[in-house]
């Protein structure tokens, strides 16, 4: 991590920290980096503190609650309790009970810095505290480990529990705060003071666990055999760490595909480079979008799969707004536990999947619309738009540099007078409808008009006055839309022009 991270220099960036520490009042020195192996925010190193921020644009709210985060982590020491138990691993590590101690330490100690931080938010900034952790909720994260570091979000599971910390967030007495600490000291006396004895086992070989429908993955790299190749017949092939490579071998040849930096944005990139590959027959690129789409993805058989499925019902778009997600959740528990399902699916799905649809639109808009009502707040949807040219050029590396390409990002923010008049079907009808017709205009202008557009500043008027007159017609008794363009980002033969 420390190898492969580049120190932050945006002084808007360093003040905003150096204010967390003063805050939280911590003399220490403190170190910002980046690091594009990591998805979400890490802190690493006891003496010489180092807080990593994933690669990409952070608001400076998402920058604070991270730095205050990570900080309360640094003033309680928790790395040090992350060291202890991981001396204890190391010493008992044929005990399969450490190994749940060691858990319970590293979920403890994000349940109170968690009540640390909460402790001093208003009841809003909980919530923006919360929408926080779910925005960096990633379990297809490149770098797993935790054993030298704390990170803003570990998985679902543990999501789930800290979203109900702070919905249910209340302070705890001294007594139940003393009796805590006392067992945790007793228990972890018991694991230290065990025998630790050596045992030996059967290992497997690589092949034995990794060749499955005849792809092969070894080190970043996945080989796909197609028309009877076998092993033989692969080439030697290697990538960068943290990047993902596909060759497809066949009987005497075999065409690379890639490499790939971004495993979020992992398929899209493998449809864009695929399609500009004549070397590909039609089959061959389903056959490695197949398997791009295959990694990481969620099993159908998965807990939270199968709880969110379980909504899918004959008739649940004709159901009203109010009646479907009222049999979601009707408490704060069953809420968390709700939440943590749609995150852990979300995250993790492939396009392919037949139920993609209804996780992503319908499943995320009424977890939201709950979320939101506990929290109090307005009703979001975010819509992004896009116009590409055909590449100018492909890259070594896999990258595409495409002669044009415009995007643009929506906060439509809706509210719903009526849900008991407002089926499931209209709501979302509705919501895409504002995307599809925005996206409409987007293709109805030439490229020359949105650069000169850019130039001189009328794009963001021109897409402003659509979308306004797109909500209004869109808007009706039950429902109402209204928006704000967040992001316009156009670049036109090397030139970028990035309006806000």
């Given at each position: 991590m420390n190898a492969g991270s580049t120190e932050v220099s945006d002084i808007k960036i360093l003040n905003l920290l150096s204010d967390c520490k003063e805050k939280l009042n911590i003399k220490a020195s403190v170190e910002l980096s980046q690091n594009s192996l990591t998805a979400s925010p890490i802190m690493t190193g006891f003496i010489r503190p180092d807080i990593i921020l994933p690669v990409g644009e952070l608001k400076d709210k998402e920058l604070s609650y991270i730095f205050i985060h990570e900080l309360t982590h640094c003033r309680q020491k928790d790395l040090l309790y992350k060291w202890l138990i991981q001396f204890v691993v190391c010493i008992h590590w044929f005990n399969p009970f450490v190994y749940l101690l060691e858990t319970e330490v590293n979920k403890a100690c994000e349940l109170a810095c968690d009540e640390k931080v909460i402790s001093l938010l208003d009841h809003k900034a909980r919530r923006e505290y919360g929408d926080t952790l779910i925005s960096f909720i990633k379990t297809g994260n490149p770098y797993k480990s935790s054993l030298a570091s704390l990170t803003l979000t570990e998985g679902a599971e543990q999501l789930k529990e800290r979203l109900g910390a702070i919905i249910n967030f209340k302070k705890k007495s001294k007594t139940i705060i003393a009796a805590t600490a006392v067992f945790s000291t007793a228990i972890c006396i018991c694991f230290f003071a065990m025998g630790a004895y050596a045992v030996s086992g059967n290992k497997t070989t690589w092949k034995d666990r990794e060749i499955q429908n005849e792809v092969l993955t070894e080190d970043g790299v996945y080989y796909i055999f197609c028309d009877g190749a076998e092993e033989k017949d692969k080439p030697l092939a290697s990538v960068t760490a943290g990047n993902i490579q596909f060759v497809l071998v066949r009987k005497g040849s075999y065409t690379t595909v890639g490499p790939f930096p971004n495993s979020e944005t992992l398929l899209e990139d493998v449809v864009k480079q695929c399609e500009q590959m004549k070397s590909l027959t039609a089959a061959e690129k389903e056959l490695i979008m197949k398997t791009a789409a295959g990694i990481g993805g969620i099993s159908s058989s998965s807990p939270s799969y199968a709880k969110l499925l379980a909504y899918k019902t004959e008739n649940y778009l004709d159901q009203s707004v109010a009646d479907f997600n009222a049999a979601?959740?009707?408490?704060?528990?069953?809420?968390?536990?709700?939440?943590?399902?749609?995150?852990?699916?979300?995250?993790?799905?492939?396009?392919?999947?037949?139920?993609?649809?209804?996780?992503?639109?319908?499943?995320?808009?009424?977890?939201?619309?709950?979320?939101?009502?506990?929290?109090?707040?307005?009703?979001?949807?975010f819509a992004s738009i896009s116009k590409m040219s055909w590449p100018l050029e492909e890259l070594n590396e896999g990258e595409i540099m495409y002669d044009f390409n415009c995007f643009v990002d929506f906060q439509v923010?809706?509210?719903?007078?009526?849900?008991?008049?407002?089926?499931?079907?209209?709501?979302?009808?509705?919501l895409l409808t504002f995307r599809e017709e925005m996206q409409n205009y987007l293709d109805s202008l030439s490229e020359a008009e949105i650069t000169a557009g850019a130039i001189d500043g009328s794009i963001k008027a021109a897409l402003t006055d659509e979308a306004a007159k797109l909500a209004d017609s869109l808007s009706g008794e039950a429902m109402t839309l209204s928006f704000e363009i967040t992001l316009i980002d156009i670049a036109d033969e090397g030139e970028i022009y990035a309006i806000q």
């Open positions: 979601l959740a009707s408490t704060p528990d069953e809420l968390t536990e709700l939440l943590a399902a749609q995150a852990d699916v979300i995250n993790t799905i492939s396009p392919y999947d037949e139920n993609y649809d209804f996780f992503a639109t319908t499943m995320n808009l009424s977890t939201n619309e709950l979320y939101c009502e506990k929290m109090g707040e307005e009703f979001t949807y923010t809706y509210s719903i007078s009526k849900p008991e008049l407002l089926t499931v079907a209209k709501r979302e009808q509705t």
